[in-house]
DNA sequence: GTGAAAGCGCTAACAT
DNA sequence: ATGTTAGCGCTTTCAC
């Protein structure tokens, strides 16, 4: 392989005229410019991110820890990041935390001994004091998705999930539904507050509060769904609708109302989270709030670049909006003999 | 930051011992290791990978190349390549090609000038006469799975689309279908050809050939088998028994004949091909063929990691079996008056 | 505008 | 078993 210095042999000037014309930074003479572009094309010279790396001090690599690679929410969030990255000349490393506080403790040494320029983090869990302090003293600037706190976040990117979780309960509450279990996930997950929140919002909009609606707590997954639907079934209880925590869950929620025979949404209605892909592949297609992961991922790629670019004047905390999509697992609840208010309050 | 020369000088010893330790190679007495531990863990030192990997030439980084990381087909794959790697102490370094010529040779490129180890590569087109020269040159070991002809291989880990596409046909024909589309992928894609391989293998177990059954050539994509279905359900063409190229275009496919007020599977049976995520929640529950994607990309990084530890006795090539998932979507053609070999062939 | 010189932090011969 | 030495390939002052 080629180095810097067949290069500038080559080209007949020294080593740092050639070290500029491909950084690009400094003055170089359109002559000698040209003659270098040329023993570099003869020669296939590639520079060495390595000497460079350890030289500059950059690595101009974006080291990001989100709980899975191979869940498709965390997937099209590393996409996204790879397309932000990619318009600013950076590369993608990603490792997995698994929700585990040491896998993720793990993961972000990881990225921080490979000299990362910047990181961002999707943790489920607070960050050991020691990866802290190590974060700290390699200056390295942070992005925080989501999730829990994270004391070194330079910035914060956050979805809504408050005005997301309040418009889809807003909508069951529209639609005249009383009997509502919500199958949440765990309380350790910001995600979780927030969406509880948000519910509360919309309950008291209406007059309600959280105690109104049933509660159910578990995991975002869908065997949480499957057992919590199939235990809400089996208790007797009224239920006209579920919202259920994530899009996970609502596909577990929904076999377990199928296989009771239930129709989805004549008997139950059913609102999930996230707008995963398979979201509009249930039957009836999963009414669901989008969160735009994607976008996410972009949006932490540019910013972190930007940071690094030197430019400071970024907020410290932004927000990304949820959308409802509406599909076809939300209806009006059938006439219910037992409870005559909710028919009076359904319009 | 510390580095190996505080270490050195705080244990008082010479950096190559403080060397040999961290990489835990050569002869450190008991005494002089504890020192050099001790003075590690209060310095908070880590080593510095860039003038690691400058020097000794490696970067403990796994490269890979797949289509597109935001999709869950590639995603699963590389969540595997992770865990592969981390066993090994490495970490991987994702590009996507996007399924573009130059989108591939661009992420090639990128990870050979990381300094990546070795490649892990799942290409849709032939690699660029420029970028197997630069491979060759780099002398980075290469493993290729699926997709196109990839000439630097140095072992190549392939699905066995044969017999999964076989399996699968024969499910078909078994269950006394004689009226069969196949609505298959694009024919750039060497699984495309290997699938209709196993398909004619089938059919020729059975007595006919390709000839026998209607093929539509299309792309891996949803909508591909919602339009190819509407087509041919409006075609009039006697069909009772859809193979769908993917999952995705299953659910396209499933989607059209809903639409059309086809009952699966008793009008029409229906298979797919990946077991997608969504495979089991679609209604009815998608028969379909399972691709081992994560344990592929597991087995890419292990065999990457022993093939640079020195491990030379690696099989060239490697064949992983699909596994046929029989869920709801397969039955028996309804009795057809127009055919009348069709009830006979059925035993 | 360009070059000379000095290292970034580490490893690997080689010597002892 | 340990230290000495000589760089790996590059960037970045600092002169000129």
Redesign the pocket.
């Known amino acids: 392989?080629?180095?810097?210095?067949?290069?500038?042999r080559r080209a007949?000037?020294?080593?740092?005229?050639?070290?500029?014309v491909?950084?690009d930074?400094?003055?170089?003479?359109?002559?000698?410019?040209r003659l270098i572009e040329a023993a570099i094309a003869e020669l296939g010279?590639?520079?060495?991110?390595?000497?460079?790396?350890?030289?500059?001090?950059?690595s101009d690599i974006i080291g990001a820890v989100v709980v899975e690679v191979a869940s498709p929410f965390y997937a099209q969030m590393v996409g996204g990041m790879q397309k932000g990255a990619r318009a600013a000349g950076k590369s993608v490393l990603v490792a997995s935390g698994y929700a585990v506080a040491d896998d993720e403790a793990h993961a972000i040494l990881e990225l921080i001994d490979r000299s990362c320029d910047g990181l961002v983090l999707y943790l489920e869990n607070p960050l050991r004091a020691d990866v802290v302090e190590i974060i700290r003293k390699s200056r390295t600037p942070v992005i925080a998705i989501g999730g829990s706190e994270c004391p070194v976040a330079t910035a914060r990117i956050h979805i809504d999930n408050f005005s997301g979780a309040r418009d889809a309960m807003q909508l069951l509450l529209d639609n005249g539904h009383r009997d509502i279990a919500y199958l949440s996930g765990g309380l350790m997950y910001r995600d979780t507050h927030e969406r509880l929140r948000g519910i509360g919002a919309a309950l008291e909009a209406h007059g309600l509060g959280l105690d109104d609606i049933h509660v159910v707590h578990g995991d975002f997954s869908e065997s949480f769904g499957f057992d919590a639907t199939a235990r809400l079934l089996g208790s007797g209880r009224a239920t006209t609708a579920i919202f259920a925590g994530d899009d996970d869950v609502a596909a577990g929620s929904l076999l377990a109302l199928k296989q009771a025979g239930r129709r989805i949404p004549e008997d139950v209605s059913l609102i999930g989270f996230d707008d995963n892909f398979h979201a509009r592949h249930l039957t009836p297609g999963l009414t669901t709030v989008r969160q735009p992961v994607d976008e996410v991922g972009r949006m932490a790629a540019e910013m972190l670049s930007r940071i690094l670019a030197g430019d400071i004047s970024q907020p410290a905390e932004t927000t990304v909006p949820t959308e409802l999509i509406v599909r076809q697992s939300v209806g009006r609840p059938a006439r219910q003999p037992r409870r005559k208010e909710s028919i009076a309050l359904a319009r």
């Open positions: 392989m080629a180095t810097i210095n067949d290069v500038s007949g000037v020294s080593r740092a005229t050639v070290s500029r491909i950084a930074n400094g003055y170089v003479s359109d002559e000698k410019r010279y590639r520079p060495n991110t390595m000497a460079r790396g350890l030289r500059s001090n950059r």
